[in-house]
């Protein structure tokens, strides 16, 4: 309460701009409308502040930092074989915004940073980071294609007559100049990996600080759970300070006493009932499609209070916090300030 806060999305969804009370989120930081954060909030001292990371946006910002020099941020910046992977690698959005993460947190200007990362199969592929980065750096590979610009005789012979063969092979479905693409790419890209491990070493560092907390947000649905498990199996595994979960859309069991009486009687008393002037036949089918309606209800509450367990057992030690499934949905910054009832207690 009453921080400056900033929220790191990679989730395109508008619908998360317009919870906020904005129009769009793009890769700048945006300021959601103080007059709507402190309508109903606990505080009126804090801000909030998002971004949706711009995946390819945030790799450039790193060639630009890393490169030796302009020229050769433009060179790599203009190789299609970096525009297609800075663009679509699996996990390199995840990997982006944590070194953003880094980038927010070394400006000293927030008090509370949250990173939102949607729960896709890459979510937690950064944490492979510095591991994958260092085999980049110390691949063969890279120093195989890295011939392919060498000076001095043909790209075919630097790299033998196994190499030629494979490339001649390579180059009649891809292409020679995909060929020379690719060994630019690997000459140019070979300078600045070892900027990019550094980085990930210090994010990764900074990650498993005390300060630090990693919360995993899940529905009470079997699958939701099941990857929530997995996840925290992951980050338990990677020593990153886990903090809790959160299960949202909880159904909430509302026992009622007595039966179909009972409920008719409760019908028949409601102004607003009585005002509609329907017989006592209809006011018995409504008390029994009431009841049918509710036992539903009930079986699904005793269904998520199940799947709770599995997550309460996973960590007894973290926190569990429980939101109920709302009658509307949050798309406004109003019903978003509603949640820290259920957030904070």
């Not at 012979?157 to 060929?179: D, E, H, N």
């Not at 509710?294 to 309460?312: F, K, N, S, V, Y």
């Amino acid at each position: 309460r009453g921080k400056r806060t900033l929220v790191l999305t990679i989730d395109p969804a508008r619908r998360l701009a317009n919870s906020l009370g904005l129009e769009s989120l793009g890769h700048q930081v945006q300021q959601v409308d103080p007059a709507l954060v402190q309508r109903g909030a606990m505080s009126d001292k804090g801000e909030l502040h998002a971004m949706m990371l711009d995946q390819k946006q945030a790799f450039d910002e790193m060639v630009a930092r890393h490169a030796k020099d302009p020229a050769a941020v433009q060179r790599i910046l203009a190789n299609p074989v970096y525009a297609q992977i800075s663009g679509s690698l699996a996990g390199a959005q995840e990997y982006a915004a944590m070194t953003k993460l880094h980038d927010f947190d070394k400006t000293g200007n927030w008090d509370l940073i949250i990173v939102d990362t949607p729960p896709t199969a890459h979510a937690l592929d950064f944490l492979d980071a510095p591991r994958k980065l260092s085999e980049a750096i110390d691949s063969p590979a890279i120093e195989w294609f890295r011939k392919l610009q060498g000076e001095g005789g043909s790209r075919w012979s630097l790299v033998g007559k196994t190499g030629s063969f494979v490339l001649k092979r390579l180059a009649k479905f891809v292409g020679s100049k995909f060929i020379d693409d690719l060994g630019v790419f690997f000459t140019e890209f070979n300078d600045i990996l070892g900027g990019f491990r550094k980085r990930a070493e210090e994010t990764f560092s900074l990650l498993r600080q005390p300060r630090v907390g990693f919360v995993l947000v899940a529905s009470p649905e079997p699958m939701a759970v099941h990857e929530a498990l997995a996840f925290h199996e992951r980050l338990v595994t990677a020593g990153m300070p886990f903090v809790g979960f959160v299960v949202n859309k909880v159904h909430i069991s509302r026992p009622i006493k007595g039966g179909v009486a009972q409920v008719e009687n409760a019908l028949a008393s409601h102004a607003g009932v009585a005002a509609l002037g329907i017989t006592s036949t209809t006011r018995t089918m409504a008390a029994q499609a009431l009841l049918a309606s509710h036992l539903e209800l009930e079986t699904l509450a005793l269904a998520d209070r199940a799947a709770i367990g599995l997550l309460r057992n996973a960590d007894r030690d973290g926190m569990l916090v429980e939101v109920p499934l709302m009658r509307d949905d949050v798309h406004d910054v109003e019903r978003l300030v509603a949640l820290e009832r259920w957030l904070l207690g």
